[in-house]
């Protein structure tokens, strides 16, 4: 990786795979395909979080599937065309997708908590890696139906499967992706400790209550 702060000549071109990726990662699918399909303001319900697992509780599973394919697919998107000029430009372009999907600049930078994102990049980057996180994510959520556990395991178990699968760079960028997705779900885990997290469904369910 390369020394960001040093001569501009030399790396602009990681600043502006960065700024590519976060103007793509911060396009909040789960918002769009919720009011495309005339189902409202995917803010407003459940969680409030415009991620997959909140679109699911809508009731419209393939609705929650396509907003999941397509917040890991601008993940994987952005690490695989900045790839073309090198790993550190994948890394930057990937870095920039899941703070793009955290913080988006279209709707006042309140994002999701970057699980799929980030299992998008971490697939393009080192694919073993990111189905060794896809696994525990399967694992976990088969034992405990937590959704928001499996998604705090994989990506914990994400920089050891890089230990053992990817260079240096890599395992770095998946200890800086489990410390910010651990960040966002702090609240799931306060739930979590107090027995009060609800378990999730791929079935679907009930449409949620419009939020207060």
């Known amino acids: ?90 890394i930057m372009a990937g870095a920039g997708a899941f703070i793009g999907h955290l913080y988006p600049v279209w709707i006042g930078f309140k994002g ?19 189905l060794a996180a896809c696994l525990v994510w399967a694992m976990v959520f088969a034992a405990f139906r937590y959704s928001s556990l499996a998604a705090l395991m994989a990506i914990a178990a994400a920089p050891f499967a890089a230990w053992a699968f990817a260079p240096r760079e890599t395992i770095q960028f998946a200890a800086f992706l489990a410390i910010l997705v651990w960040w966002k779900h702090r609240a799931n885990i306060a739930r979590l400790l107090k027995g009060e997290e609800p378990k999730s469904s791929l079935g679907g369910g009930t449409p949620p209550s419009p939020r207060p």
Not at 112 to 130: D, F, N, S
Request: charged share 10%; net charge positive; no cysteine.
């Open 112 to 130: 999701g908590k970057g699980m799929a994102t980030a299992l998008g990049v971490l697939l393009a980057l080192a694919w073993p890696v990111g």
């Open 1 to 90: 990786m390369p020394d960001l702060l040093g001569d501009i000549g030399f790396t602009w071109p990681f600043y502006a795979a960065a700024l590519a990726g976060y103007l793509l990662g911060a396009i909040p699918f789960g918002l769009v395909l919720t009011k495309a399909a005339g189902l409202g303001d995917i803010r407003k319900m459940g969680s409030g979080n415009i991620g997959a697992t909140n679109v699911l509780r809508t009731g419209n599973r393939w609705l929650a599937a396509a907003t999941l394919l397509l917040d890991g697919g601008k993940g994987a998107a952005a690490a695989l065309i900045a790839g073309q000029w090198g790993p550190d430009m994948a």
